[in-house]
């Protein structure tokens, strides 16, 4: 009985190497393995072993099962590697066409309408000689408040309710004024750069209100920069972005970070699902900016002696929100197939 157990693992082992498609593998391991299996056959005339064979035969028995079981598993992983590779070569796909997923008649898509306006934002800026920086989403106290003018027992880090880690030291990034930190520890000025991202704030949502949400920061240093740079730039953006001239205000506003500080809002017509673009119409906060504070420059090694300069954090989900008047913040990241369809073709 051994020898015709080991001469049954040496011709599975023979035939599996010859095995091309799953199907053979797996045929080839009912006629083994199955019920009615060469190995259940040899076992069957377990019963006339004596007991000194079924001390041999019991746990070679199970050693061959497990080899055939293993060698069936690496043998189907193989064979699916190779057909996908050979399916990948033959159609040659670049996911990034359209076109070529249509022709495999794969579902229809389309961008997400913040990340669209991301980069379009970003060209714009690109266009004017920004560049576009990253920074990460998981930060450390120092670039997300410290070295922005908002040290440990300042009020201002009430403004933005954090998720900490529990560490106390690491915190999901409040805001993408931390790329500006990022920025001035990588660049010597004269600069500027823009730095689009993801944001996570521990927040009660509503209408206008989400607790991820995108935004996109910029700055620009260098010698004897304005107020009046600022402005031209913010303009520049929505005239570009809205491809008209836009009713907008500025206002002062408080942030450790700036001085002065403003807040740029847009006038906003909220939309009524039901009747179309309303009558109603009010102002949203869009583009909160200001001039550089000395202590920033200076905790980014900047000498604000000799440098000045501008920032801004744009809300990207608010201006998808204006641009295809959209009334509820909270459909852009819902998955809702309805709200999703209008945005196919952009
Ligand atoms: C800030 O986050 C500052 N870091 C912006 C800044 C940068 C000021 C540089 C000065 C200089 P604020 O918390 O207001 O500021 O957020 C900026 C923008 O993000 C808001 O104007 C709004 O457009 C958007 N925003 C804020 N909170 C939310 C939210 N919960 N959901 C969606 N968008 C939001």
Request: net charge neutral; proline share 5%; hydrophobic share 35%.
């Amino acid at each position: 009985m051994l020898d015709k157990l080991n001469a049954l693992e040496k011709d599975f082992n023979g035939q599996i190497v010859n095995c091309l498609k799953q199907a053979d593998v797996l045929n080839l391991k009912s006629q083994i393995l199955g019920k009615k299996g060469s190995l259940s056959e040899i076992l069957k005339s377990l019963k006339d072993a004596t007991p000194e064979q079924r001390k041999e035969i019991g746990p070679r028995s199970n050693e061959i099962k497990q080899n055939i079981e293993k060698s069936v598993q690496s043998k189907l992983s193989e064979i699916e590697i190779k057909e996908v590779n050979e399916k990948l070569s033959k159609n040659k796909l670049d996911f990034s066409l359209r076109d070529s997923l249509l022709e495999l008649g794969l579902r229809d898509g389309g961008i997400h309408p913040v990340a669209k306006i991301q980069r379009e934002v970003e060209d714009i800026f690109v266009s004017m000689g920004f560049d576009v920086l990253d920074g990460p989403h998981i930060e450390d106290d120092w670039h997300n408040f410290g070295a922005l003018n908002i040290p440990e027992t300042h009020p201002a880090r009430d403004m933005q309710d954090t998720f900490w880690f529990k560490d106390m030291k690491h915190l999901l990034r409040t805001h993408t004024s931390t790329i500006q930190v990022r920025g001035m520890e990588a660049k010597k000025p004269p600069f500027k750069f823009v730095g689009p991202g993801k944001v996570f704030r521990c927040e009660r949502t509503d209408a206008t209100h989400e607790m991820c949400f995108h935004q996109l920061e910029g700055m620009m240093v260098g010698k004897d920069i304005t107020v009046g740079n600022l402005i031209y730039f913010m303009k520049t953006l929505l005239k570009e972005i809205f491809k008209k001239d836009m009713e907008v205000r500025l206002r002062p506003g408080f942030f450790p970070f700036v001085e002065p500080g403003f807040e740029l809002d847009i006038r906003w017509k909220k939309p009524d699902p039901k009747k179309g673009e309303s009558e109603h119409s009010g102002w949203l906060e869009l583009l909160p900016c200001g001039m550089v504070h000395p202590n920033v420059l200076k905790a980014g090694g900047i000498d604000p002696g000799e440098y000045n300069g501008f920032a801004f954090g744009l809300g990207l989900d608010r201006l998808v929100m204006v641009r295809y008047a959209i009334e509820d913040i909270r459909h852009l990241h819902s998955g809702d197939l309805r709200f999703n369809k209008q945005f196919k073709s952009h």
